[in-house]
């Protein structure tokens, strides 16, 4: 909420053809005497519901919608003998006008606030989001779900204009995830500097990948980084994009030299040039 989303609460049953449109590819499960065809299966997924209601704003004028919602998905149980569907309680948030960078701001706050361990972003291609834009989030091996974009061809089935930031966690492993100590940080009294670098990186190599390379060759001075560009068209070659990086450094004890700042830039361009074979694309505006 303090983010900007809206809760939303979707129904639990959707209609069949539902989760073909998000392009999930499970088994589902059908109630035996619906009411009506268009309520008669136990959603597996919260991405019907959410772009379902994206979709019906878009439709009267408010195409700019951040939803969440917090509720349980339905799945065939995995016991053979069981009667009951596995329940499994989930948050997502789908965000209308957005890129994988506004998802991964949101874990990065959830994290932030719930003090969980390091996160752990690989790419990844889960069923209904973009295989380039998405990658799974772990921590510790602990899988707890999916950050990036829809799909261009889900959102084309529900009349949608992309893109479609998507977050989708397992809410229980996501609370009864590692998390860090409690620990009192030391507050400089000597000013930041700032430095943006923008790199032009292979689609494979994901953003987190990066991320984790920067901050290891940035070292102890980095305070604060944030991915705040995500750039795709001229200047960019096929099969690549821009990504907008923004370091804060910071020293404890003096103000940091024009020699100090050079020293870690150019740690940082030479860490992930030679790593993920990406190439500096000059400071970001």
Known sequence: CGLGLSEAQTSPLVGPEDHDRVGW???TISGANPMVREESVLRASLMPGLLRSLAYNASHRNPDVRLYELGKVFEVPGDPRSD???ENERVACAMAACEAPAAVGVWRTLADHLRLSR???TAAEPAGLHPERTASISIEGRDLGFVGEVHPAVLDEWGLEG???WLDLDLESTLAAPVRPIEQQPVSRFPSSDIDLAFEVPDEVAAGEVDQTIRNAAGELLVDLAL???YRGPGVSAN???LAFRLRLQALDRTLTDKDVAGVRGRVID?????HGATLRGAAD
Do not use: E, H, N
């Not at 860490?271 to 790593?275: F, L, P, R, Y």
């Open 271 to 275: 860490g992930v040039t030679k790593t």
């Open 119 to 121: 996160s752990v972003l």
């Open 228 to 230: 705040f560009d995500v």
């Open 84 to 86: 009951l569907p596995d």
């Open 163 to 165: 893109p479609v930031a």
């Open 240 to 242: 690549s994009r821009g």
């Open 25 to 27: 590819d499970r088994p």
